[in-house]
């Protein structure tokens, strides 16, 4: 996936706010080793790194553009280049930490517990999804994708519901954790300038479209996305875009 960490960090505040609020909803703890699956940028893994300077940090990231950015912020974090699917520590990690990434990786079912299992006893996984899938900012991506003469090369690339109901994620970890807490927030994101919504999933949800599409058919593509999401989400009177998103957080420690 093409991640562009510029785009990206064009609502970086709004973004950010969920990791500050997952790190703010761990149990005490002090961690010898710490692992931010999906890292991105690094300003979050920078975040655990500052509250736990005398922990060992990596940030993972299969992004090269991601990783190069994260790399500018520090070089006491291992910044390092690998797949969350086929990741296994050298050893159980105390905190492992993930923001916003795991919606990107099939499979949670196996997934979950097989991460849970890389935590040290006592040690802690917290990890944040969007589960936005059925909103606007969703749906009409999916329809504009369905509906265009671009419907048969985007089929199946635009995943209908990559996160589960959050009671599945407690039934997957509650089996080798002594506690887990799950919670859903919906923020209300506060946006910014012409067509906000559009840009915002232009880093994020649209990325199967912008590596498949190119061109007129890109441009034709992102003009109906764009009118749409600009019905669905009308300015307000003070010129702002009201971005409603809900997120699931899971903090588990294990047994
Ligand atoms: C929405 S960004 C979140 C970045 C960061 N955690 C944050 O909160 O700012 C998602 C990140 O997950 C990474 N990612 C997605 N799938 C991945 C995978 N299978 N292995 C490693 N990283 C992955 C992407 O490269 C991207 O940097």
């Known amino acids: 996936m093409a991640w562009d960490p510029a785009q990206y960090g064009l609502f970086e505040a709004a973004r950010a706010r969920p990791g500050h609020d997952l790190i703010a909803a761990l149990p005490p703890c002090k961690p010898a080793t710490v692992v931010d699956l999906g890292c991105g940028p690094g300003k ?20 090269p553009a991601m990783l190069g950015r994260a790399a500018l912020l520090d070089a006491r974090v291992a910044w390092e280049l690998g797949d969350i699917r086929h990741w296994r520590p050298k050893a159980p990690v105390d905190l492992l930490f993930s923001n916003a990434a795991l919606q990107w990786v099939e ?55 990559p ?26 994101h506060v946006l910014d300038g012409p067509d906000p919504v559009l840009e915002w999933t232009r880093a994020t949800a649209m990325l199967p479209v912008l590596e498949t599409l190119t061109g007129a058919e890109l441009a034709d593509f992102t003009e109906r996305y764009r ?22 957080f899971i903090v588990a420690t294990r047994a």
Not at 44 to 63: F, K, N, P, Q
Not at 163 to 188: G, I, K, M
């Open 163 to 188: 996160v589960h109901d959050p009671a599945q994620y407690y039934d997957w970890l509650s089996p080798a954790a002594a506690h887990v807490n799950v919670w859903e927030t919906e923020y209300l």
């Open 227 to 248: 009118a749409a999401l600009a019905s669905a989400y009308p300015r307000r009177p003070d010129g702002r875009t009201l971005f409603p998103f809900r997120r699931l």
């Open 107 to 161: 499979g949670h079912a196996a997934l979950f517990p097989r991460l849970f299992d890389a935590v040290a006893p006592g040690g802690v996984m917290a990890v944040q999804m969007p589960r936005n899938f059925a909103s606007p900012s969703h749906t009409l991506l999916r329809r504009v994708a369905a509906e265009g003469p671009w419907a048969a090369v985007l089929e199946g690339r635009l995943r209908e519901a």
């Open 44 to 63: 979050l893994t920078m975040a655990l790194a500052s509250r736990w300077s005398g922990a060992e940090v990596a940030g993972i990231d299969s992004s």
